[in-house]
C-alpha cells in the first residue's frame, strides 16, 4: 500500500475506534511499522490544519482521537443541551496539581504543601477517576502513593504527563539566598 | 473562603504587596487573628489547620522578639524563624499557579468534542491495546461499592450465600435479561461486605470460565457483563469465535 491508502485506512481507523487510536495498535492492524503509521498520522493531523477542517487529529494519552476544533463548541452545545459539568474545585485542582508535579506522591506530603487535610478531596479525584492508587511507599506505615491516571490525561488532553506545562517557579521573586534576612 | 492557612497567608502578603522573604510578623499575624475572630463571629467553623497555623506564627513572633545572643547577632547564617515558613508558603504559591494551569487545560479541552462512534454489537474491543485495564476495570467498581457497604461486622457469621450459588445466580440474571446487564444490578440495594465480596469472586470466576464477557464502553464508565455465547440458539459459530474479554491477562 502507498502512503495514500495508509493515509486513508488510518481515516477509518480512527473514525471508528472508541478509544485514542495507539499507532502501535495501527502498525498491527495494518501489518506496517509503528513509525510509518505515527508519520502518515501526523500528516493527517497537518492535512485536517491546512484545510480548516471541523475536526482535529488530537495526541492524548499515548494515542490519536480525531475531536472537534473548539472555535464550534458554541454551535455543539447548541445541538445538545449541555448539563455544565460540575467543574474541579479549587481544593481539586490543586491537589491534582501537587499529585501530577509530585508523582507518586502520599497523602501526608499532599498535605505539607497545602497545608490542610486532604482526604475528601482525594476520595473525589478517586471517584472521579482522576488519579489513581500506584502503590506503596517504602516508609513506615507504607502509605498509598497516588498518580495521575490515563483518564487525567484525556481530560486535560495530554499525551503524556511529562508534557505539562513546566511547574511555575519563584521567578518572579528571585531566590530566596540573595536577600538579607534581618 | 481560603483553602487553609497557607492560602489566607499568601492573600494577607499579596493584597498589602508585602516582601515574602521579609515578612512583618507581627503585622501579619494580627491580622492573620482578626480574620480567625471575624470567621468565629459569622459561625464559620474553621479547620483546626488554621489553629495550628495561629499558633505557629505567635511562635515564630515570639521568637523574634527574643534577644538574640551576642555572637548569633555576628554569623550572618543565623536561622531565621520565619524560614520554613516563607519556603512552604512559596512551595504552595508554585501549586496554586498550577492549579491554575490545569484550569486552563481543562477549559481548552472542553471545547474539544471527541468523536464518538457506537461499537457495533457483534463487534467486541481488542482489550490487548488497553493493557491490564480489565481487571483495573472490576478492581475500582468493586473498591467503589465496597466503599458504600456496611462495616466488617463483629461477629463472624455463617456464609449465608457461597459463592457457587451466586455464580449460579448471576448466570440466571444474565439469561433472564438478553444483552447486556450491569455489574451494580447484580447486588442489591444495601449489600453487605460479604455479598459484594461473593460477587467479585462469582463474576472473576464465570469470567475465568469463559461463561461471561466485562464490558467497558469508555474508561471508568459503568461495567456491563454479557452472557457468552453458547445459549443463543442457532448461531453457533458466533458465540464459540469469540473468547471472553475478562480471561484476558
Same mark, same amino acid.
Given at each position: 500500500?502507498?502512503?495514500?491508502?495508509?493515509?486513508?485506512?488510518?481515516?477509518?481507523?480512527?473514525?471508528?475506534?472508541?478509544?485514542?487510536?495507539?499507532?502501535?495498535?495501527?502498525?498491527?492492524?495494518?501489518?506496517?511499522?509503528?513509525?510509518?503509521?505515527?508519520?502518515?498520522?501526523?500528516?493527517?493531523?497537518?492535512?485536517?490544519?491546512?484545510?480548516?477542517?471541523?475536526?482535529?487529529?488530537?495526541?492524548?494519552?499515548?494515542?490519536?482521537?480525531?475531536?472537534?476544533?473548539?472555535?464550534?463548541?458554541?454551535?455543539?452545545?447548541?445541538?445538545?443541551?449541555?448539563?455544565?459539568?460540575?467543574?474541579?474545585?479549587?481544593?481539586?485542582?490543586?491537589?491534582?496539581?501537587?499529585?501530577?508535579?509530585?508523582?507518586?506522591?502520599?497523602?501526608?506530603?499532599?498535605?505539607?504543601?497545602?497545608?490542610?487535610?486532604?482526604?475528601?478531596?482525594?476520595?473525589?479525584?478517586?471517584?472521579?477517576?482522576?488519579?489513581?492508587?500506584?502503590?506503596?511507599?517504602?516508609?513506615?506505615?507504607?502509605?498509598?502513593?497516588?498518580?495521575?491516571?490515563?483518564?487525567?490525561?484525556?481530560?486535560?488532553?495530554?499525551?503524556?504527563?511529562?508534557?505539562?506545562?513546566?511547574?511555575?517557579?519563584?521567578?518572579?521573586?528571585?531566590?530566596?539566598?540573595?536577600?538579607?534576612?534581618? | 473562603?481560603?483553602?487553609?492557612?497557607?492560602?489566607?497567608?499568601?492573600?494577607?502578603?499579596?493584597?498589602?504587596?508585602?516582601?515574602?522573604?521579609?515578612?512583618?510578623?507581627?503585622?501579619?499575624? =494580627?491580622?492573620?487573628?482578626?480574620?480567625?475572630?471575624?470567621?468565629?463571629?459569622?459561625?464559620?467553623?474553621?479547620? /483546626?489547620?488554621?489553629?495550628?497555623?495561629?499558633?505557629?506564627?505567635?511562635?515564630?513572633?515570639?521568637?523574634?522578639?527574643?534577644?538574640?545572643?551576642?555572637? +548569633?547577632?555576628?554569623? +550572618?547564617?543565623?536561622?531565621?524563624?520565619?524560614?520554613?515558613?516563607?519556603?512552604?508558603?512559596?512551595?504552595?504559591?508554585?501549586?496554586?499557579?498550577?492549579?491554575?494551569?490545569?484550569?486552563?487545560?481543562?477549559?481548552?479541552?472542553?471545547?474539544?468534542?471527541?468523536?464518538?462512534?457506537?461499537?457495533? =454489537?457483534?463487534?467486541?474491543?481488542?482489550? =490487548?491495546?488497553?493493557?491490564?485495564?480489565?481487571?483495573?476495570?472490576?478492581?475500582? +467498581?468493586? /473498591?467503589?461499592?465496597?466503599?458504600?457497604?456496611?462495616?466488617?461486622?463483629?461477629?463472624?457469621?455463617?456464609?449465608?450465600?457461597?459463592?457457587?450459588?451466586?455464580?449460579?445466580?448471576?448466570?440466571?440474571?444474565?439469561?433472564?435479561?438478553?444483552?447486556?446487564?450491569?455489574?451494580?444490578?447484580?447486588?442489591?440495594?444495601?449489600? /453487605?461486605?460479604?455479598?459484594?465480596?461473593?460477587?467479585?469472586? +462469582?463474576?472473576?470466576?464465570?469470567?475465568?470460565?469463559?461463561?461471561?464477557?466485562?464490558?467497558?464502553?469508555?474508561?471508568?464508565?459503568?461495567?456491563?457483563?454479557?452472557?457468552?455465547?453458547?445459549?443463543?440458539?442457532? /448461531?453457533?459459530?458466533?458465540? =464459540?469465535?469469540?473468547?471472553?474479554?475478562?480471561?484476558?491477562?
Amino acid at each position: 500500500m502507498d502512503d495514500h491508502q495508509l493515509r486513508a485506512v488510518l481515516e477509518a481507523l480512527l473514525l471508528a475506534t472508541t478509544e485514542p487510536l495507539v499507532p502501535a495498535k495501527a502498525a498491527e492492524v495494518v501489518g506496517v511499522s509503528a513509525e510509518r503509521c505515527q508519520r502518515l498520522l501526523e500528516e493527517l493531523a497537518e492535512e485536517y490544519r491546512q484545510r480548516e477542517s471541523g475536526w482535529e487529529l488530537q495526541r492524548v494519552a499515548g494515542g490519536y482521537r480525531l475531536v472537534t476544533r473548539p472555535q464550534f463548541a458554541p454551535y455543539i452545545e447548541r445541538l445538545y443541551r449541555r448539563t455544565p459539568a460540575a467543574p474541579l474545585s479549587e481544593a481539586a485542582l490543586e491537589t491534582l496539581a501537587v499529585i501530577a508535579y509530585r508523582q507518586p506522591v502520599t497523602r501526608a506530603e499532599i498535605e505539607h504543601i497545602r497545608g490542610v487535610n486532604c482526604d475528601s478531596v482525594l476520595n473525589t479525584l478517586l471517584e472521579r477517576g482522576l488519579i489513581e492508587e500506584v502503590g506503596r511507599k517504602e516508609a513506615p506505615g507504607r502509605p498509598i502513593l497516588y498518580g495521575t491516571s490515563r483518564h487525567f490525561l484525556e481530560h486535560f488532553g495530554l499525551d503524556s504527563p511529562e508534557d505539562l506545562p513546566p511547574l511555575p517557579d519563584e521567578e518572579t521573586e528571585g531566590p530566596p539566598g540573595e536577600r538579607a534576612t534581618k | 473562603m481560603f483553602e487553609g492557612p497557607l492560602d489566607l497567608l499568601l492573600h494577607l502578603i499579596e493584597e498589602q504587596r508585602l516582601d515574602i522573604y521579609d515578612i512583618p510578623i507581627a503585622h501579619i499575624t =494580627s491580622q492573620y487573628l482578626a480574620y480567625l475572630r471575624a470567621m468565629e463571629r459569622v459561625d464559620v467553623e474553621l479547620a /483546626s489547620e488554621f489553629l495550628v497555623m495561629a499558633a505557629t506564627l505567635m511562635a515564630i513572633k515570639a521568637r523574634m522578639l527574643l534577644p538574640k545572643p551576642a555572637e +548569633a547577632v555576628a554569623t +550572618a547564617d543565623e536561622e531565621d524563624p520565619r524560614r520554613e515558613l516563607v519556603s512552604r508558603l512559596l512551595e504552595y504559591k508554585k501549586f496554586k499557579k498550577a492549579a491554575a494551569v490545569l484550569r486552563a487545560l481543562e477549559e481548552r479541552q472542553r471545547g474539544k468534542f471527541p468523536a464518538q462512534p457506537r461499537r457495533p =454489537s457483534d463487534l467486541r474491543p481488542d482489550l =490487548s491495546y488497553l493493557p491490564a485495564d480489565t481487571l483495573q476495570v472490576l478492581w475500582t +467498581a468493586f /473498591s467503589r461499592l465496597l466503599k458504600d457497604a456496611d462495616p466488617v461486622p463483629q461477629q463472624i457469621m455463617r456464609d449465608l450465600i457461597t459463592v457457587r450459588q451466586k455464580m449460579a445466580l448471576v448466570l440466571r440474571t444474565l439469561r433472564r435479561h438478553p444483552g447486556r446487564v450491569q455489574l451494580d444490578g447484580l447486588i442489591g440495594p444495601a449489600p /453487605s461486605r460479604t455479598d459484594i465480596v461473593v460477587t467479585f469472586l +462469582a463474576v472473576l470466576e464465570l469470567a475465568r470460565m469463559g461463561r461471561l464477557r466485562v464490558i467497558q464502553d469508555f474508561p471508568f464508565g459503568p461495567v456491563w457483563l454479557e452472557r457468552v455465547g453458547e445459549w443463543h440458539g442457532r /448461531s453457533p459459530a458466533a458465540g =464459540s469465535s469469540r473468547s471472553p474479554a475478562a480471561s484476558h491477562h
